[in-house]
């Protein structure tokens, strides 16, 4: 995922959701949260998900121009923690 320099997630890490959905050794497991995402991607701000367990806060608090979505199981890769 591409965006504009100018854009407000330029400053995010955009990961492919399929790559927090693959069970992988060494990754760190969050269960039952929203994640702010957009176009096939979640967000993380440095090494920062921007994710919470509740919607209301990814709603109100999530990057521009994202929106939840709810992830049973995510897998977080190592070099995001």
Known sequence: MTEDKRSPLS??????????QTPKTGREVVVDHYWAYRDGHVFFFKTTPQCNTSREIIERC??????????????IPREYL
């Open 11 to 20: 400053r995010y890490h955009h990961v492919k959701i399929e790559d927090i």
């Open 62 to 75: 999530g990057p521009v121009g994202s929106h939840p979505r709810f992830i049973p199981l995510a897998y």
